[in-house]
Nanobody
Framework: QVHVEESGGGLVQAGGSLRLSCAAS????????MGWFRQTPGKEREFVAA????????YYTDSVRDRFIISRDGAKNTAYLQMNSLKPEDTAVYSC???????????????????WGQGTQVTVSS
């Protein structure tokens, strides 16, 4: 069992920045791929960014590629999402996910992850 907890959401004006953190715990010595997804009411959960267990590979959806940066502290199994130049359309609940058993080639899909956090609200005002 892996416990996943996000932090860092909040309210920010358009053009501003926020940094989300995700801490995964519960399996000593485990190294996992980690991803961020977001969801707005009435819509399906959407992939935002992911990072491989080694940190060597990162993945982004096109709409955030030049604005968001995902990184990780492997020793702590903590991932970060630095969000810059935020837009009102970035408003959503952001959830962190951990891939323990899922296939590596599904790192950009919801089905590729095994454990999820509760989510943190990000609101960008215009």
């Amino acid at each position: 069992q892996v416990h996943v907890e996000e932090s860092g959401g909040g309210l920010v004006q358009a053009g501003g920045s926020l940094r989300l953190s995700c801490a995964a715990s519960g399996r000593p010595g485990g190294r996992y791929a980690m991803g961020w997804f977001r969801q707005t009411p009435g819509k399906e959960r959407e992939f935002v960014a992911a990072i491989s267990w080694s940190g060597d590979s990162t993945y982004y959806t096109d709409s955030v590629r030049d604005r968001f940066i995902i990184s990780r502290d492997g020793a702590k199994n903590t991932a970060y999402l630095q969000m810059n130049s935020l837009k009102p359309e970035d408003t959503a609940v952001y959830s962190c996910a951990v891939q323990v058993y899922g296939p590596p080639d599904a790192i950009t899909f919801v089905r590729g992850y095994d454990y999820w956090g509760q989510g943190t609200q990000v609101t960008v005002s215009s």
